[in-house]
T-cell receptor, first 118, second 109 residues
């Protein structure tokens, strides 16, 4: 099956600029996650969608980060304005939404977008 | 709050030697525990989960609720095992994962 697709792969911007990342999950996966992975750290969940609704955005810095999944498929994550500390790899992941079948809860990850803020 | 601790940033062992990557967690309920692996230039992928109780690529991990640990073990390391390994916890259902900081495993020839 095709994997989770993300673009762009790399992005360099100056601080205070804005940037957007795009994610296309695996077909049929209702749940979509955005993670932030800072160098030397494990991924940290930013936001979770089920279809086009937000399930958890408790760790999303809402003053500068926003995300949407309007049609319940593709998703975009935006940062405006960017800060130096936003330099990280942004990972998108998706999974089925039927956790009663434990195999369906596996999260599949994209290659990530490496953001450098200078 | 849930937390995952991987005490070793780097672990280097010789080929053929046993490997143990440590993972401890903090969670008030009954969590689901995972090991994810990232090989060089590849995406993060699931290695194994405690529910399935299976061995993948020779690796096993047992959930010890008393010690709140989920250590990853392999009796004989191979060079292709060199990678970043992340322990992760899920509180339930399809919730997001809480990851540890990762252990870089290097298998020396």
């Amino acid at each position: 099956e095709a994997g989770v697709a993300q673009s762009p792969r790399y992005k360099i911007i100056e601080k205070r600029q804005s940037v957007a990342f795009w994610c296309n999950p695996i077909s049929g996966h209702a749940t979509l996650y955005w993670y932030q992975q800072i160098l030397g750290q494990g991924p940290k969940l930013l936001i979770q969608f089920q279809n086009n609704g937000v399930v958890d955005d408790s760790q999303l810095p809402k003053d500068r980060f926003s995300a949407e999944r309007l049609k319940g498929v593709d998703s975009t994550l935006k940062i405006q304005p960017a800060k130096l500390e936003d330099s990280a790899v942004y990972l998108c992941a998706s999974s089925y939404d039927r956790p009663e079948y434990y195999m369906n809860t596996e999260a599949f990850f994209g290659q990530g977008t490496r953001l450098t803020v200078v | 709050a849930q937390r995952v601790t991987q005490p070793e940033k780097l672990l280097s062992v010789f080929k053929g030697a046993p490997v143990e990557l440590k993972c401890n967690y903090s969670y008030s309920g009954s969590p689901e525990l995972f090991w994810y692996v990232q090989y060089s230039r590849q995406r993060l992928q699931l290695l194994l989960r405690h529910i399935s109780r299976e061995s993948i690529k020779g690796f096993t991990a047992d959930l010890n609720k008393g010690e709140t640990s989920f250590h990853l073990k392999k009796p004989f390391a191979q060079e292709e095992d060199s990678a970043m390994y992340y322990c992760a916890l899920r509180g339930g259902g399809a919730d997001g994962l809480t990851f540890g900081k990762g252990t870089h495993l290097i298998i020396q020839p």
